[in-house]
DNA sequence: CATCTTTTTAACGAACTTTTTACGCTCTCC
DNA sequence: GGAGAGCGTAAAAAGTTCGTTAAAAAGATG
């Protein structure tokens, strides 16, 4: 099962509260403060959804009907580590500690008030985008490959331990390259990604920085180590499986 | 002034607030779950400590005699990203959304049940560790590179032991870049932090302030000292591992 | 209101990227 | 075998970005 598209840009909440009442509610308020939402009335469909959309927060009722909120918690905490926070009528302290102890990383009680609440959002989606959280991103971003060393979001190249430096354009191909890694990616679509999408004829623009990334990385074209280069398709990144 | 050594092993909290009835029964509590503890009954001391010891989180209380507890926290902010649990007496809903827009991570009205904030500790120490945060792995918001000594809560800064004058944006960038050390901050970034967000093209303002800025700390840009530029793409300080 | 500091604007050379242009190579297909 | 398409390399030309300097504008200070 892959990862659905969503909207990047926005911050996706996911809801999950069988009171149809405070659904309608929340809705109103997160969308307005420029939210995505996905809702959500049972445990079981909160925990499809979360698996399939890896929304950036998850607003959890703890009254459901058909699971106990907090085994949808532990469920959930069993594969994601998205920052979740428990709505409960009950007041009872036990609870609470209950709750947080089983991951949850904020814990409002019923009634409470919409600003409080967006605030304590705001707060979760802030403590949880400062650090790079391998489970919002996807996958790692590091490489190792014989003797080259990639890493991406340092934006650090180092063949035999010598630093590598890439230019812009450089470092965009193979961004896309190893992301996609082992997998071809159209010469087309590293034109459409780099260039825009005025420039998806210019082959020849790639075939000059493949040559240089090839060159920098201490590549062999007649050995095709890294890159490998499928004629008429596009290029391929070697190395991980 | 280096770091001072702690135990390690414990994780440190520091209390920030003025009545001794509730430092004696938090230090109680707190010391029986096994943490380490540090106390400043007023907002100075507090901040003076946490500089010093770099705590692994803090407690404190809205109402201090000094300065109004909110200003410790925007002080604190300055250049410390250690988690902050606000207690308050006043239960009013904009002071709950202020602290958290401010940095908070939580907010507890008094009174409150031991077990509960209890939770909530280990709730924010659980994901304060979880990404890796630069200065909670020791790393403090005093920095010594070469013949630099940066101090980020004083605003102090020595070159060869000779104090240096920042400007109010010179200052803001070289936090910027300090407390992101070996990581590139981008240009669009800095521009938005510092300028706002209708200056984000204006990348000659940044040009002209690193530069001066490289001046004023004697970095050569052709030895690319402590402030490296990534060609296209933005800045990063080096130094620190 | 005058002075000093800070920020913004403008201009220019140097270094670096990207694009253009040109040429050699291999492979397939007629 | 020859023509043409696709790929790789090399070097020159064009275009950007970077760092520096200098001066004007804006803001703070007394």
Not at 22 to 37: A, C, M, N, Q
Not at 56 to 79: H, K, T, Y
Request: glycine content about 8%; charged content about 25%; some cysteine.
């Amino acid at each position: 099962m892959t990862v659905l598209t969503r909207d990047r840009e926005k911050p996706c909440i996911l809801i999950i509260d069988d009171e149809s009442q405070i659904r309608h509610f929340l809705r109103i308020s997160l969308k307005t403060d420029g939210y995505e939402l996905l809702e959500a009335e049972n445990g079981e469909t909160g925990l499809g959804l979360c698996a399939r959309y890896s929304p950036d927060l998850v607003i959890l009722d703890l009254g459901l009907p058909d699971m106990d909120g907090s085994e949808v918690l532990a469920g959930l905490r069993e594969w994601s580590s998205v920052p979740v926070i428990v709505l409960s009528v009950r007041d009872r302290e036990q609870e609470k500690v209950q709750a947080l102890d089983l991951g949850a990383n904020d814990y409002v009680t019923k009634p409470f008030g919409v600003d409080e609440l967006l605030a304590r959002v705001r707060t979760q989606l802030r403590s949880y985008n400062k650090g790079d959280h391998p489970s919002a991103s996807g996958m790692s971003a590091i490489f190792d490959v014989g003797a080259l060393h990639i890493d991406l979001p340092m934006r650090q190249i180092l063949v035999d331990g010598e630093p590598v430096k890439l230019t812009p354009k450089e470092f965009a191909v193979l961004k896309v390259l190893l992301l996609a890694s082992g997998k071809i990616v159209t010469q087309s679509q590293l034109l459409k990604d780099i260039w825009g999408p005025t420039h998806t004829s210019d082959t020849h623009y790639l075939r000059i920085l493949i040559g240089r990334l090839r060159q920098k990385l201490g590549d062999d074209p007649t050995e095709q180590c890294y890159i490998q280069t499928e004629p008429g398709v596009g290029y391929r990144f070697l190395g991980i499986s």
